[in-house]
């Protein structure tokens, strides 16, 4: 889920400012505020209630977290809106290449957690 976001968001930076995102671009542009779409909050909980009625997650969890581990297993993030755009080209392998580099990261963030509790 974080590293959807993580994509989402320099993509999002892409498309908001016509230049190749970096981290530290992508952060001060979520400093600023994104946009996040209503219909997709909309649509993440009406998933996360049919999910909660069929017993496959709970309605607080899913909302909160956007994931449920299972099979199959579902992830939701709503997308994040550009009003003024400046770019497009691109977008798609940005949003590709940022959720791996986001896992990743957190994979690396991960370990060093565990490596400074033990």
Known sequence: FMALLFGASLAATLAATGMPPTISRAKEMMNKGFEISEDGLREHKKLA???DTEGEADYKLFVEHGFVYGDPGVVFV????????KATVGLGDTICSGTLVGEH???NARKKAQGSSA
Not at 78 to 85: A, Q, T, Y
């Open 49 to 51: 209630s049919l999910l």
């Open 78 to 85: 709503p997308s994040i809106l550009v009003r003024e755009v």
């Open 105 to 107: 990261l957190l994979k």
